[in-house]
């Protein structure tokens, strides 16, 4: 399949991160969000980032000025009926996403392949509700888009090699790396040993091991990691990191995913990380 066009559903954070990759790649990109204020917000980010990358010489007018021509925001799902792709970016919410993939799947033609960028939920589980399982896959982009190479391409029980080639060809378009999930557990393989890691760094904290900036210091220092675990989470934001180890607990049901019991009461206190502007660290200013 030639893919030519691509709706990303959803512009928040990582929906707004694909569609911009997915414009500068050169593909005609409609950008979905229900709320107007929050796609007024997306789309505006997007021009912002482009405007900060050509005064650092990154790229030229004229690739920020195609990259803006070619996305085209909407309310409604109108633009995935011309779409040979169709990528989900929304909130981590199994029912949720499920509304939107069976509706996708009413709208888009037969030949579409919709993809999600889910952290955590079965992409099966999301391709039950469709009549074209085989064209339903993960495409797990890593935050922040723009910046970080690698996409997890994630297979669902009867996802086809077909469609997979296509979701490689795109990644290969946007150049990113990929790395192949080719069995459908929760967390995939980036986040199965990355979500554990931080949900110990939480506890490390819970248990007085620690502050957080020596957490954070230790781990950046020691194992050579580009951000600590507690930055890494109010990044990811603490809510999701939240949902994706309960995921990962419900479908494995080994006590090594358990929430610890800071991270939740975190979240019962609206403390979710860089988006709420307090999480470990305080970024109200």
Not at 147 to 152: A, I, S, T
């Amino acid at each position: 399949m030639d893919v030519k066009t691509i709706t990303v559903i959803g512009a928040g954070l990582m929906g707004r991160g694909i569609a911009q990759v997915s414009a500068r790649a050169g593909y005609t990109t409609h950008l979905v969000e229900v709320d107007q204020g929050q796609l007024d917000k997306g789309f505006a980010h997007i021009k912002k980032i482009l405007e900060k990358d050509l005064s650092k010489g990154k790229i030229s007018e004229a690739d920020r000025d195609q990259a803006i021509a070619l996305i085209t925001p909407s309310t409604t799902f109108e633009g995935a009926a011309s779409s040979e792709l169709v990528i989900e970016a929304v909130t981590e919410n199994i029912e949720i996403k499920k509304a939107i993939f069976k509706d996708l799947d009413e709208k888009c033609p037969p030949s579409t392949i919709i993809a999600t960028n889910t952290s955590s939920i079965p992409i099966t589980q999301l391709a039950a509700v469709t009549k074209r399982p085989s064209q339903v896959l993960g495409m797990h982009f890593m935050n922040p888009v723009p910046v970080m190479k690698l996409v997890e391409l994630v297979m669902g029980y009867d996802t086809s090699e077909e469609s997979l080639e296509v979701a490689k060809a795109v990644c290969a378009s946007m150049k990113k790396e990929i790395i192949v999930a080719r069995r459908d557990f929760p967390g995939f393989i980036v986040n199965r040993i990355c979500v554990p890691l931080i949900n110990e760094a939480i506890w490390l904290l819970h248990d007085g091991m620690g502050t957080v900036e020596d957490i954070d210091k230790g781990v950046k220092l020691g194992l050579n990691h580009p951000m600590g675990p507690l930055t890494l989470a109010d990044f990811v934001g603490l809510d999701t990191t939240l949902y994706i180890l309960q995921i990962m607990l419900d479908i494995y049901g080994d006590p090594k995913y358990r929430p610890c019991p800071l991270l939740t009461q975190m979240v019962n206190a609206g403390h979710y990380g860089r988006k709420s502007g307090r999480g470990f660290y305080d970024y109200s200013k």
